[in-house]
């Protein structure tokens, strides 16, 4: 599967960028070159600072000038402008804001920043002054995330459930089928909103946090049950699970053991297809304000700036969470078209 996987280029170069945004959810707090909470009333909707690398027409290690903000007395609106006289060099392990990897290592030092106090910032910032580029990082960690244990926890659920149904057979697999017909029935969106919204906004950030997941999982497994009861169906008259019955092997052990084995490759790309679909599925909840809030940092978080078309105008940087993730969707759907290809036995 490897072989034919690695002649789908695209597929391979989907699969080093999820790594990357991967790798970027992990070490998050050291990729960011300061504090994403910090607010700095001097630089509130500050502009993206462009990398140079030529002052005065000579060559220059990579720098940004500072930006200065200026406001009309009359319609109180803030300008910038660049301050080309004190070029701000980029540096790479800069002592920063303190904070904690992983939220208990004390450390001082970011991949980069300008160092001495200063601000960066790459991507602009928002109403309050905050770096957005580090915000953006930060969102990662919970975007990504979620998405990962929604589907982690949708994958047992249609593991398990549609294993039963399609192993036992009989009343079993009709009162399950009917279950999920039900809830196949409802409009998803409109459910996960009205689950969401039943949340109380008093509860805690790891609370909203674990709701939202089992809400994204508690309704996501039902079509992975589907599939997974039809390659039962198909696979538990074959002659390694009837020699498996009749050696005495338990029921639950044939499932796992020798049955679910026989299609693992269809659950992988099954379930790499559905994680962009609980990404985007937070992203809308908490944009819409119906999942998470702030202080939490997610990419449907940081999008509800955007509400305001005015505000998305006038500071068109605050849609680079937008991007980030337009990026995360189509790779993961061209890596699940790369591990679909690759495990489809007709595939040429």
Same mark, same amino acid.
């Not at 707090?29 to 690398?53: G, I, M, T, Y």
């Not at 980029?90 to 160092?115: N, Q, V």
């Not at 809830?183 to 409109?190: C, H, V, Y």
């Not at 992988?268 to 559905?274: G, M, P, R």
């Given at each position: ?140 960690? #919970?975007?990504?995330? $979620? ?7 949708? =994958?047992? /659920? +249609?593991?398990?459930?549609?294993? @039963? %149904? ?108 559905? #994680?962009?679909?609980? $990404? ?7 944009? =819409?304000? /119906? +999942?998470?809030?702030?202080?939490? @940092? %997610? ?50």
């Amino acid at each position: 599967m490897w072989w034919k996987f690695q002649d789908h280029k695209l597929a391979v170069f989907a699969l080093y960028v999820v790594l990357a945004l991967y790798l970027v959810a992990i070490f998050c707090e050291f990729l960011s070159p300061s504090d994403p909470n910090k607010r700095d009333a001097k630089h509130s909707f500050a502009k993206p600072q462009r990398v140079r690398v030529f002052h005065d027409g000579k060559p220059h290690r990579p720098f940004v000038y500072p930006l200065v903000q200026h406001i009309d007395e009359v319609t109180l609106a803030r300008t910038y402008t660049e301050d080309k006289t004190e070029p701000q060099s980029i540096r790479l392990l800069p002592k920063g804001d303190p904070y904690r990897m992983w939220g208990f290592i004390p450390l001082e030092r970011h991949a980069i920043g300008l160092g001495d106090g200063k601000r960066l910032y790459l991507m602009g910032a928002d109403r309050l002054g905050r770096d957005l580029f580090s915000r953006i990082l930060w969102g990662t960690r #919970i975007s990504l995330s $979620i998405g990962l244990c929604g589907v982690t926890l949708s =994958l047992i /659920l +249609g593991v398990v459930i549609g294993g @039963i %149904s399609g192993y036992y057979g009989g009343i079993i697999d009709t009162l399950i089928q009917r279950l999920i017909e039900i809830l196949r029935s409802f409009p998803t969106i409109p459910l996960w909103m009205a689950l969401s919204a039943a949340m109380p906004a008093t509860w805690s950030q790891i609370r909203v946090y674990f709701c939202m997941t089992i809400i994204l999982a508690g309704i996501g497994w039902v079509g992975l049950a589907r599939v997974v009861r039809g390659k039962i169906l198909a696979l538990r008259e074959e002659d390694y699970a009837m020699a498996a019955r009749v050696a005495g092997v338990g029921e639950f052990s044939i499932i796992m053991r020798h049955l679910i084995p026989g299609f693992l490759s269809h659950l992988i790309v099954t379930v790499t297809l559905a #994680i962009p679909g609980m $990404i985007l599925a937070e992203t809308s909840l908490s944009f =819409l304000r /119906l +999942g998470l809030r702030p202080p939490t @940092i %997610s990419w449907g978080v940081l999008l509800q700036a955007t509400m305001n078309f005015r505000a998305v105008n006038l500071y068109p940087w605050l849609l680079f969470p937008v991007l980030f993730v337009i990026v995360t969707v189509l790779m993961f759907n061209f890596l699940g078209d790369g591990l679909r290809d690759a495990a489809d036995p007709y595939s040429h």
